[in-house]
């Protein structure tokens, strides 16, 4: 064993008189623990709550939406419909309506967002139907000839109604400022529940006829949704449809539609990494504290070895090993920590979330190598540092002062 590792390993082990050196070597482990830990759980809670809400906004919305430039529908769209479902990685395409209106029950009124779909064509481009908890995912009008409409759970208990429960739309679009408003009676034929609490709380489902004839559309759609074969490449279809049905249409990704709330998710992740970095930058404050005090406590143990001929980076190894043994303590002690915080909350759910702020009911996590690696190699590099100035002022002492001082 190399003589300067063995002197590190000999000064981990303090004796009585330095067991205040030694408490203090304790607080720079725990401080790295807490901080390795904190930030393997941030980047993990990070990372769940992306996938978590990206998968669920693929869910509800379509990978690819085509619209009209002009924002008056598309006319024809069966031909467009066609053109687009041509085109390599399209798997499926179904028209839509995209309105806002207001609802009344028989005892509240709100404001909510109309989306017309076909139903049979729906299920293809997303997974609204399979988010249906109660009733059927259908909107065909009852025997009576009452027409259906499906309601997210939020807006349901918001409502005070459920299945067979009538309520009234009401829309303004294309009416004079002194005209009546054009009025639908619907009955609700099922509720639906997607974890996304905008969607949720918001978004209401009727057949298209019903969206066309209520908001004035004569035969036209808001879009298009297209299912492609792989959602990670959206935007590749994107750009192909684009240049496929040239103006006046145009594509655009789910990316893209939601390229705000991305935005933010990655600029908090960087900002909480940096945050929780400063836990490990004390932490490497810790270490350089205890080393200097070791150096002050051991100095005549080290003239001793300069006066035996070790050389001046002999010294400066065994102080750097000696700091790089403790930060290893910590890393790997709160990789440890922070990935077993991380098993309990994608078992247990112990943190919950207010749905109506985070858009999920609980914190998912998602573990990542990549992140882990990069977690440890900071607190590993931050270590590393810190031992850089306790030893080389180690290593600068000398011995004829050291022994003068005796």
Not at 32 to 50: I, S, Y
Not at 101 to 118: F, L, T
Not at 151 to 160: F, K, S, V
Not at 214 to 238: N, P, S, Y
């Amino acid at each position: 064993m190399a003589y300067p590792l063995f002197i590190a390993r000999r000064y981990l082990r303090a004796r009585q008189k330095e067991g205040f050196i030694s408490l203090i070597s304790l607080i720079a482990v725990l401080g790295t623990t807490v901080g390795v830990a904190a930030l393997t759980f941030a980047l993990a809670m990070m990372n769940g709550f992306e996938n978590t809400v990206k998968i669920r906004i693929i869910n509800t919305t379509a990978h690819v939406s085509v619209f009209d430039v002009f924002g008056d529908g598309i006319e024809e769209y069966e031909t467009v419909e066609s053109t687009i479902l041509e085109q390599p990685h399209v798997l499926a395409a179904a028209p839509f309506i995209y309105f806002k209106a207001a609802i009344s029950s028989a005892v509240e009124n709100d404001g909510v967002v109309v989306r017309g779909i076909v139903p049979d064509k729906e299920k293809l481009v997303t997974q609204a139907a399979a988010s249906v908890i109660h009733g059927t995912f259908d909107l065909e009008r009852d025997s009576m000839g009452v027409r259906r409409m499906m309601l997210g759970m939020t807006l349901a208990e918001r409502l005070d109604v459920d299945l067979g429960d009538e309520v009234v739309l009401v829309s303004l679009r294309g009416q004079e400022l002194t005209s009546s408003p054009k009025v639908m009676k619907f009955v609700v034929g099922g509720i639906f529940e997607t974890g996304m609490y905008e969607y949720d709380a918001n978004l209401t489902y009727i057949a298209l006829a019903d969206a066309q004839d209520l908001f004035f559309l004569r035969g036209r759609v808001t879009g298009i949704q297209v299912m492609t074969d792989d959602w990670e490449k959206a935007d590749e279809v994107a750009t192909q449809l684009d240049e496929a049905l040239g103006p006046p249409y145009f594509a655009t990704d789910w990316k893209r539609m939601h390229k705000n709330l991305f935005s933010w998710m990655q600029l908090e992740k960087y900002a909480l990494f940096l945050a929780l970095c400063l836990i490990v930058a004390v932490a490497a404050f810790n270490i350089v504290s205890m080393l200097i005090m070791i150096v002050i406590d051991k100095r005549k143990d080290i003239a001793i070895l300069k006066a035996m001929g070790a050389p001046t980076n002999g010294i400066t190894r065994i102080f750097m090993i000696k700091g790089m043994i403790i930060g290893a303590l910590g890393t790997l002690t709160g990789s440890a920590v922070g990935l077993l915080l991380c098993w309990l909350q994608d078992t247990f759910n112990f943190i919950p979330l207010p749905p109506e702020i985070y858009f999920i009911n609980s914190l998912p996590v998602d573990v990542r190598p990549e992140d882990v690696l990069l977690v440890c190699a900071v607190s590993l590099v931050v270590s590393f540092l810190a031992t850089i100035y306790p030893a080389r002022r180690a290593s600068r002492l000398y011995p004829v002062e050291v022994f003068r001082l005796e």
